[in-house]
């Protein structure tokens, strides 16, 4: 365990060096298809980086932050868009933090009336980070233990939950760290996604938001623009949507073979299809009737929170179960656990040396 975590320490080391020569070479080139061109070398070094982890986890961590998010902001970055092309001087630390963590950063001088997004507020005591990682770990503990004595449904909840807390505690980490080191004023990963009223909701304003925001640069803008020429300004989000849903679904099967090699099964891919069908389909229905007929929110809430569990159990969450994933994942948080408890066992007799000499 000690070799691979080297390993996963020194493949990580590469990434700001990769920023370093984004920031420093191809930010002076002019931005467009030739700075695009500087960047490639970039974009393929995080594209294998994944290849490199020999921690399954960490190589999950670093498809969903490197290979997907920073190569999004990277390509951003070469058109002078998205969050690395600001305006004024960022420094290099904001920059490389800015590109390889899932954050994203308070717009300065922005009335809280002009904007749609909801206000900050303190979260709920069950998703502080200390609950959130204890959840995590007793889930997966839970469904570890108990998979072969359980209900398959309940595992499969039991995952859902475990994903969620997953999210959070990463994207959590992530922003504690920017704040405590740089200072930044960030948003929050998510909001109370077990609130949503719509999939329009989940997906678009609750959850995983950091995912949401590259998404929506990435693909929605870009394809609606393109949309807006053929089909008109009305029509044009609609395609858009479905795109976005499924690049998203590409994205997650590229995790998901970079976790196990297995040839993909495309059903991930088909989870983000259905969602952005219904997606499309809750839009016309909502223009069609005007805004004047709507579900109440105790109902709504239930229904979608009830559907996103149901079709994961369906789609999403098979293929980690059947590939074994959760199992491997789970043995290297064991294994982990047992290295670090053995290094802290190594270090007390020279601790306790030094105390006894003094």
Known sequence: ?????????????????????????????????????????????????????????????STLFITWLGNFKLLLFA?????????????????????????RTKLPNVNPSSTSSRPSKKKPWFLN??????????????????????????????????????????????????????????????????????????????????????LRHTIYKPVRSISAVVLGNRSAALPAIFATFLVSGLMHELIYYYLSGVKPSWEVTWFFVLHGICVVIEMVLKTALGGKWAV???????????????????????????????????EEFSCAGEYVKGRLVALCPTILGHKSRS
């Open 296 to 330: 109440p929110r105790l109902i709504a809430a239930p229904l979608t929170l009830g559907f996103v569990i149901s079709t994961g159990m369906w789609l999403f969450f098979p293929p980690l179960t059947e590939m074994g994933i959760d199992k491997m994942v789970f």
């Open 129 to 214: 980070l200390g609950t959130e990682i204890l959840a995590l770990f007793s889930l997966f503990g839970l469904a570890a233990k108990y998979e072969e004595t359980v209900h398959p449904v309940v595992v499969q909840i039991a995952y859902s939950c475990a994903m969620f807390f997953l999210i959070e505690v990463l994207v959590t980490l992530s922003s504690s760290a920017v704040r405590a080191l740089v200072g930044l004023e960030l948003e929050a990963p998510s909001d109370e996604p077990y609130l949503s009223a719509s999939l329009q909701d989940f997906w678009g304003k609750r959850w995983n938001l950091s995912v949401t925001n590259a």
């Open 1 to 61: 365990m000690g070799d691979e975590i080297k390993s996963s320490i020194f493949a990580f080391a590469s990434v700001p060096a990769s920023l370093s020569y984004c920031y420093f070479i191809a930010a002076r080139i002019p931005k467009g298809f030739l700075r695009l061109i500087f960047l490639l070398p970039v974009y393929y070094h995080f594209t294998i980086l994944p290849l490199y982890m020999p921690i399954i986890f960490f190589r999950g961590v």
């Open 79 to 103: 058109f002078g868009r998205g969050p690395l092309s600001s305006d004024q001087s960022m420094p290099l630390h904001i920059f490389i933090a800015s590109c390889a963590l899932p954050i």
